[in-house]
T-cell receptor
Framework: DTAVSQTPKYLVTQMGNDKSIKCEQNLGHDTMYWYKQDSKKFLKIMFSYNNKELIINETVPNRFSPKSPDKAHLNLHINSLELGDSAVYFC??????????????FGPGTRLTVL | GENVEQHPSTLSVQEGDSAVIKCTYSDSASNYFPWYKQELGKGPQLIIDIRSNVGEKKDQRIAVTLNKTAKHFSLHITETQPEDSAVYFCAASKSGGYQKVTFGTGTKLQVIP
């Protein structure tokens, strides 16, 4: 069974378009994340949700809008795509208990290419 | 905020040799240090972690050491195998839930058969 899944795996689109990436986790975790990995492999957090509530919002252009319909799903919508948005986007989840920081489980990634 | 530096960026070793990856962090309040392995085309996966109340932790061929005073921690892989080839990330965070994990810049390890 896939723990954290993302769709689509590949996304090729034109500049200016709007696109969405979907993420689902079946681990029963309370917290989900979106990360962006650039061409140099640098991993940077974008957003985090806990029980559908936004708890981390890094300095990300407001063209990026996450949505969490329930605690098992976290989607990422991107408006007016730009060349610089090309990257691999990873969804992750963790239990994020108050006792300690927990392991993050990553999805397989969505490779976004903006032409 | 936290800043994590990681060295080297690339590392080639012969199969059977040891590999060492080093990281430093800036926030003395950080107390959780996970290491992730990312294979080609996949998402990162936790391989080992250490918390600041421990100086060393081992799991088979993998070990991590932590020096809180110097604010650095290292990953040691012994008896390397071709399947160890991947990108390795160190990271740092504070405990207490809902904390951001700051990742290092990654080390691409190549194990030559």
């Amino acid at each position: 069974d896939t723990a954290v899944s993302q769709t689509p795996k590949y996304l090729v689109t034109q500049m200016g378009n709007d696109k969405s990436i979907k993420c689902e986790q079946n681990l029963g975790h309370d917290t989900m994340y979106w990360y962006k990995q650039d061409s140099k492999k640098f991993l940077k957090i974008m957003f985090s949700y806990n029980n559908k509530e936004l708890i981390i919002n890094e300095t990300v252009p407001n063209r990026f809008s996450p949505k969490s319909p329930d605690k098992a799903h976290l989607n990422l919508h991107i408006n007016s795509l730009e060349l610089g948005d090309s990257a691999v986007y990873f969804c992750a989840s963790s239990q994020a208990s108050l006792a300690a920081t927990d392991t993050q489980y990553f999805g397989p990634g969505t490779r976004l290419t903006v032409l | 905020g936290e800043n994590v530096e990681q060295h080297p960026s690339t590392l080639s070793v012969q199969e059977g040799d040891s590999a060492v990856i080093k990281c430093t962090y800036s926030d003395s309040a950080s107390n959780y240090f996970p290491w992730y392995k990312q294979e080609l085309g996949k998402g990162p996966q936790l391989i080992i972690d250490i918390r600041s109340n421990v100086g060393e932790k081992k799991d088979q061929r993998i070990a991590v050491t932590l020096n809180k005073t110097a604010k650095h921690f290292s990953l040691h892989i012994t008896e390397t195998q071709p399947e160890d080839s991947a990108v390795y990330f160190c990271a740092a965070s504070k405990s207490g839930g809902y904390q951001k994990v700051t990742f290092g810049t990654g080390t691409k390890l190549q194990v030559i058969p």
